[in-house]
């Protein structure tokens, strides 16, 4: 008769692990993501040097929106994490990766907002004249990078509302007691000869 709820405990156990695995590849997926948009240029503009009176300067988002790079390191450690904690500790996850992709979207809404601005200390680094705000045009990526954003959002909120068993899957969070080890009979039956060959009396 125990063999039952044995079986279900197993498949219960089974499906955790392979619905949590799947937490862990979509976090992973969106940190390439965030990762794959940030590596494009982002916005093209144009200055000056003592060599050229014309001088185009790319950027890519990693450089103008190093917020991205940092999102995407975030969401790399909340795929570690997801594989390891609880109920509570998922909230704790989808609320972190929300944020991370809000800290995505933000940032390419600021270069959207003011190119020039944004891309005015790349050029300045690059023909060596500072300017304070130099012409500029923004390609599509900072765009795709608002879609990556408000999609990692989603995953978030997704994750914040997943249902089913999310249990720890280290023994080092289980409360401590338990039955006895098996063992522990053996052992005192082994200190009962031990103590009978030295002549006490274990009794």
């Known amino acids: 008769m125990t063999g039952a709820p044995a079986d279900g405990a197993a498949r219960a156990a089974t499906g955790g692990s392979a619905r949590r ?4 590849l979509l976090l992973v997926l969106a940190a390439a993501l965030v990762a794959a948009v940030a ?11 003592s060599l050229e009176s014309r001088v185009s300067v790319g950027v890519t988002g990693a450089a103008v929106a190093p917020q ?7 969401l790399l450690a909340a795929a570690a994490a997801v594989a390891l904690v609880g109920r509570a ?3 704790v996850v989808a609320i972190v990766t929300a944020g991370a992709g809000l800290l995505v979207a933000a940032a390419a809404v600021a270069v959207l907002a003011d190119p020039g601005g944004a891309v005015s ?7 060596g004249v ?10 599509a990526w900072p765009v795709v990078a608002c879609v990556a954003g408000a999609l990692v959002v989603l995953l978030g909120l997704a994750l914040g509302r997943a249902g089913g068993s999310w249990r ?26 031990d103590a009978l060959s030295r002549g006490d009396d274990p009794s």
């Open 168 to 193: 720890h899957t280290s023994r080092r969070h289980e409360r401590p007691g338990g039955p006895a080890p098996a063992t522990t009979g053996a052992a005192d039956e082994r200190a009962d000869w």
């Open 89 to 91: 500790g998922r909230w």
């Open 68 to 74: 991205t790079t940092a999102a995407g390191l975030v």
């Open 121 to 127: 200390g790349a050029v300045a680094e690059t023909t």
């Open 130 to 139: 500072a300017v304070g705000d130099p012409p500029a045009s923004v390609t």
């Open 21 to 24: 695995g799947r937490w862990v």
């Open 39 to 49: 590596l494009p240029t982002w916005v093209v503009a144009e200055g000056s040097s």
